[in-house]
């Protein structure tokens, strides 16, 4: 502490400076005037002085007293009986310190673990004691000059109200005049008075609290150290039991209450506190947890575990959970599709939370309904939680980068073109390509036309090309699709004769939407009635501009009877594969797309596919869509066994377990157990967004449905030969129905018709449709005798034909009103046995009795009912032909004189889609 004076000094400690100085003087200090420094040892001086004269002692005290006081209440009795006793459990720890002469004794291998431990709590005794001699000086000083300052106060408030008083009576003021001044002396010293006994009360509770907080840091401090002294004493080895002495072994301080039974002593008093007569109180948990308490405190004060004993219990009076200071900030995925209830859980919400926010937002939701991923993304970033879009895509985009790492930087060689042949039906497209493989490809056809993908590799003059050729008719739309996804080169078969169809405007629109380059063969040139430029013309309305025309597309006038064209057709192809620079790599596992699929009785699953890069190998694992498998066996495009096939090569393999769908990619896997997950993996996904599109369309339409009439359902059994004349066919069949009625697939599949899928038709009702296929021993005759019809289709006109047909049959009839007969109303007369009677003359057809009237009036309808009554003169009549009289008799209703009679019924006219 740095040096201060004796004015600064008295400041302080809040002292007049003349009692400062004589109180250093008779402490025998040299000082005499206010700005004397003051030492910190003149201090210790002056400090030592008046606690002799206060009858303390100067030196450091031995010990220090500390007192707690709590209340407790004890419940005891029963009923009317039961009364609260208050208990006051009073504790008074004291704390001695030892003398050096007992630490000298010590051994030395005590000393040195004790050592630390009683310095640390010496010198927290020290601080203690030295801030509790401060605090009472301080405080000894202050109320003495409080005191004084209160007698010069009131000494001078006395003097100031005599002086007042004598002033107002020498200057002769009334009487009632200087009452009222002494009054306001008064006043103003009561107040004053007041004022600073609340200054004072103030500062004797400052000083008091900063006291207590002393005491208990004094108080934690001596505990830390005890309990460093206990650590050391249990790390040490005891020394033998003669050698040892009871002082040596104590700790630097110790409770003075801490002897032997005061547990028990302190037990039995809380117990007796609560009886009443002579029975004894119900302990409650609290009560035993109370005593717990009480006894490890004892046990503390002890110095911890007993010798030979068990540990005491320890109970720390705090909560084990602590809530976060922070907003706790989450990545939460948000796939494409997801319940509300799971992505409450993956941002620890619950679902009713979740629910009310998508309330406020105006969306009505439960639990289970599906969300997409705009919506949870807004719900999270909303919440204030990250957002991390998944695709849902991971385990595909897996399989994609094993693929690429295991090809890696394989050697790459030119393969040959994937060309396909389109066009309009019936334009020539199965000639060209048969007079090229020189084989007879249109005659294994049904009808002349081709129904299926086929993929042949020809070898031409111009070297090795692969044809896809697909059908033509409209119904195959999407095959053809598939077919410009995996192709090279487009052919575009136009005939000359008829020129631009709609179906080739799709295959325009097709290979526009692949990027894939056209050749226009414009066929049947070799006939009269042809005409090439009338195509040229009506394909550059299609955007489709020939090299002559200064457009990019080459236009090529072939025969497919006469071979007319041919080889410069192939030129042609040839030409555009050079540019597109075509590569593939090999060596590497192949990779490529399903060209079609199809099941045979005794081989099972046939695929045809076309490797596209790398070799696919017999004995290989392939994965393909929904199916997987091994290759048992493979078959070129001319039916001969093969062992291996290289890029842009079309072969047949067996060895998958159901069949693939016609654009399907395949990959060539190392682990079939990987291949058969990562199918499974596809059809659960797939299943699973059939639902989510089906849920949906449900609640989407779940108020526009009410009310409405009901849809009429046509079941159907479909089976067919081939995988893509399968999907052509149930797209076709999804565009027959209307509003009114629609077609059910109630299970499609490829290969033949079963016993099982008889059984479905039966529990449904449905007709069984075979396209190119037929039903075996046990379904025809389950068939025949449950009556189940069986449909058998090669041409894909007449299964189309027959559906719209039965679609039709079940649209109900349109009502359609006919007039029959008018009647203007001449007269009306009153009849007592027929009531109102209008004498009519009949100007248009024939009125019948039978069938229901309107009444009109001024070209209004009024009146809508039936006749009560027809009659000719006297005799009652059925019709009335025109131009004849005739009274009528309207039923409930009252006709004037004006008024029309128009005679009408309803007809049934069938509908057709």
């Known amino acids: ?179 009222v001044l002494v009054d306001d002396a008064e006043e103003r010293r009561i107040a004053s008075m007041k004022a600073r006994r609340l200054a004072e009360q103030e500062e004797r509770e400052a000083l008091k609290r ?47 209450d801490a002897k032997p039974g005061a547990a028990d002593e302190k037990a039995k008093k809380l117990a007796n506190a609560g009886k009443r007569g002579s029975r004894a109180p119900k302990t409650t948990l609290k009560d035993r947890v109370h005593t717990a308490i009480q006894e490890n405190d004892l046990s503390d004060r002890r110095g911890g575990r007993r010798s030979g004993g068990r540990k005491a219990l320890k109970l720390k009076n705090e909560h084990t959970f602590k809530k976060p200071t922070a907003k706790v900030v989450l990545e939460v995925p948000v796939p494409e599709a997801i319940s509300v209830g799971d992505l409450a859980q993956s941002m620890n919400l619950k679902a009713g939370a979740l629910i009310k926010i998508l309330m406020k937002m105006g969306t009505m939701a439960t639990m289970n309904e599906i969300l997409d991923q705009e919506t949870s993304q807004l719900l999270v970033e909303e919440l204030g939680h990250t957002v991390k879009l998944v695709s849902g895509n991971e385990r595909e985009e897996e399989l994609e980068q094993e693929v690429i790492d295991v090809a890696g930087d394989a050697e790459q060689v030119t393969r040959a073109p994937v060309v396909t042949v389109m066009g309009h039906v019936d334009h020539g497209k199965t000639s060209l390509l048969d007079y090229i493989r020189k084989a007879k490809v249109v005659s294994g056809e049904a009808g002349g036309i081709t129904q299926h993908i086929g993929a042949y590799r020809v070898p031409t003059s111009k070297g090795d090309i692969a044809f896809l050729d697909t059908p033509g008719h409209a119904a195959f739309t999407a095959m053809r699709a598939r077919g410009a996804q995996c192709t090279d080169v487009v052919i575009l078969v136009v005939a000359a004769d008829d020129g631009v169809m709609p179906q080739t405007e799709e295959a325009v629109q097709h290979a526009k939407a692949a990027g894939v380059p056209l050749v226009v063969a414009i066929n049947k040139c070799d006939k009269e009635s042809a005409d090439p430029e009338r195509v040229k013309n009506e394909l550059s309305a299609k955007e489709v501009i020939p090299e002559e025309w200064g457009g990019d597309t080459q236009f090529i006038n072939v025969s497919a009877h006469t071979g007319e064209g041919i080889e410069e057709l ?152 081939v995988r893509g004349s399968l999907e052509a066919i149930q797209s076709a069949l999804a565009e027959l129905g209307n509003e009114e009625v629609q077609v059910n697939v109630i299970v499609a599949g490829v290969g033949g018709i079963t016993e099982n899928d008889i059984n479905l038709a039966l529990s449904s009702g449905a007709i069984a449709l075979g396209f190119n296929v037929r039903a075996d021993a046990n379904g025809r005759k389950l068939a025949e005798a449950e009556s189940v019809e069986i449909r058998y289709y090669s041409i894909i006109y007449q299964l189309l034909d027959d559906v719209k047909a039965a679609l039709s049959g079940m649209l109900d009839p349109e009502r359609v009103e006919e007039i029959v007969g008018i009647a203007d109303v001449r007269e009306v007369f009153r009849s007592p046995k027929f009531g109102q009677v209008a004498g009519c003359m009949v100007v248009e057809g024939t009125v019948f009795r039978s069938k229901p009237i309107r009444v009109l009036r001024d070209n209004i309808v009024i009146f809508e009912g039936e006749l009560e009554s027809l009659r000719r003169f006297k005799d009652d009549v059925n019709d009335v032909r025109n131009g004849t009289e005739c009274g009528i008799g309207v039923k409930n209703y009252d006709v004037k004189v004006g008024d029309q009679i128009e005679v009408f019924e309803v007809k049934e006219v069938a509908r057709s889609l």
């Open 570 to 721: 192939l030129e042609a192809v040839s030409l555009q594969a050079e540019l597109l620079e075509l590569k593939a790599q090999i060596g590497v596992p192949g990779r490529g797309v399903v060209v079609e699929s199809r099941m045979e009785k005794g081989r099972g699953v046939v695929t045809t596919v076309l490797v596209q890069n790398g070799e696919l190998k017999r004995g290989n694992i392939i994965l393909a869509g929904q199916s997987y498998g091994r290759v048992r066996a493979m078959t070129n495009d001319h039916g001969k066994a093969t062992q291996e096939a290289g890029p842009s090569t079309p072969v047949e393999i067996l060895g998958l377990d159901s069949a693939p769908a016609a654009g399907d990619d395949f990959v060539i896997l190392s682990d079939e157990r990987k291949a058969r997950e990562m199918a499974q993996h596809r059809a659960e996904l797939e299943s699973q967004q059939r639902m989510d599109r089906q849920q949906a369309a449900k609640l989407e339409n779940m108020f526009e449905n009410m009310g409405a009439d009901e849809v009429k359902i046509l079941p159907v059994v479909l089976k067919t030969d």
């Open 210 to 256: 900063k006291k207590e907080a002393l005491q208990a840091e004094a108080e934690a401090k001596v505990l830390q150290a005890q309990k460093a002294e206990e650590k050391g004493k249990h790390g040490t080895k005891p020394a033998p039991k003669a050698a040892a002495k009871p002082a040596a072994t104590k700790p630097a301080f110790r409770g003075a």
């Open 1 to 179: 502490m740095a040096e201060v004076t004796v004015s600064e000094l008295a400041q302080s400690v809040g002292a007049p400076v003349e009692r400062i100085l004589k109180q250093m003087t008779e402490a025998g200090l040299a000082h005499t005037k206010p700005a004397d420094a003051v030492s910190d040892d003149e201090k210790q001086t002056l400090l030592a002085f008046l606690k002799t004269s206060h009858g303390e002692s100067a030196e450091e005290p031995k010990k220090i007293t500390l007192k707690r006081k709590t209340n407790t209440t004890l419940k005891t009795g029963s009923g009317s009986s039961r009364k609260t006793v208050n208990v006051e459990v009073r504790k008074k720890r004291t704390y001695v310190k030892r003398d050096d002469e007992t630490v000298a004794e010590a051994p030395a291998e005590a000393l040195a673990v004790d050592s630390s431990a009683a310095d640390q709590a010496v010198a927290a005794t020290a601080a203690a004691e030295k801030a509790a001699a401060e605090l009472a000086a301080a405080e000894q000083a202050a109320a003495e000059q409080a005191n004084a300052d209160k007698l010069a106060e009131e000494k001078a408030a006395a003097e100031k109200a005599a002086a007042e008083k004598t002033a107002a009576a020498d200057s002769g003021a009334p009487a009632f005049k200087r009452s």
